[in-house]
């Protein structure tokens, strides 16, 4: 193993945590580092643009996601997951509709672990959503849990597609959510004849 690749990567990494801004021909070695075919070097590599503060590298990496290598894709998603940045989030929710199938099974495990609130971006996605792409985002559902999401889905006037979270959480917790919520097929109850009750 070709332990020089490292060595300059580590020196990157102290360069970094010393608050020294890179020059371009740093960048340059980090990404070039990305098709590296050691993973450790792709890991390193993508922890020091996931580091700029900026977030402009972790955008331009994005950029160039599809013409890596299979395992530095892989490798990338949990640093691309571990980001706070709405376009990066738009840009994993565009893999988990349409990305390379063999980064699925990891993505849907990084997508059900960030700390970023993702409720947002499959809202946004469901009421269009069908086949696999559903399947999916019910599956991502299912991974968040209805503990998790029921403080956000209670204040929510309407749920779109309804259907989708009965299939994936139950009829049940979904129409507790509100009393009547959603029950749209329940007859109204009638007032009580005995009048105002004591």
């Known amino acids: 193993?070709?332990?020089?690749?490292?060595?300059?990567?580590?020196?990157?990494?102290?360069?970094?945590?010393?608050?020294?801004?890179?020059?371009?021909?740093?960048?340059?070695s980090i990404f070039d580092h990305?098709?590296?075919p050691e993973p450790k070097a792709v890991s390193l590599a993508?922890?020091?643009?996931?580091g700029d503060k900026t977030g402009e590298k972790l955008k331009l990496l994005q950029s160039r996601f599809?013409?890596?290598?299979?395992?530095?894709?892989?490798?990338?998603?949990?640093?691309?997951?571990?980001?706070?940045?709405?376009?990066?989030?738009?840009f994993l929710f565009d893999c988990l509709k349409e990305g390379p199938?063999?980064?699925?099974?990891?993505?849907?495990?990084?997508?059900?672990?960030?700390?970023?609130?993702?409720?947002?971006?499959?809202?946004?996605?469901?009421?269009?959503?069908?086949?696999?792409?559903l399947e999916r985002l019910k599956r991502l559902l299912f991974n968040l849990g209805f503990n998790n999401l029921r403080p956000y889905l209670k204040v929510m006037p309407q749920l779109p597609r309804e259907d989708v979270f009965k299939d994936v959480f139950g009829e049940k917790l979904i129409l507790s959510l509100k009393p009547g919520y959603l029950n749209t097929s329940s007859s109204p109850k009638k007032p009580d004849s005995g009048g105002r009750a004591k």
């Not at 970094?16 to 020059?23: E, L, P, V």
């Open 46 to 50: 993508s922890s020091l643009i996931a």
């Open 66 to 90: 599809l013409a890596l290598p299979r395992h530095a894709q892989r490798i990338t998603l949990p640093f691309f997951a571990a980001s706070t940045h709405h376009e990066i989030f738009i």
């Open 1 to 28: 193993m070709d332990k020089l690749p490292f060595l300059k990567l580590a020196l990157l990494i102290e360069k970094q945590n010393d608050n020294i801004a890179f020059t371009d021909e740093d960048w340059t």
């Open 34 to 36: 990305l098709s590296d």
């Open 101 to 133: 199938p063999h980064i699925l099974p990891d993505l849907m495990v990084y997508l059900s672990k960030t700390k970023t609130f993702i409720l947002p971006y499959i809202l946004t996605h469901l009421p269009t959503a069908d086949g696999e792409f």
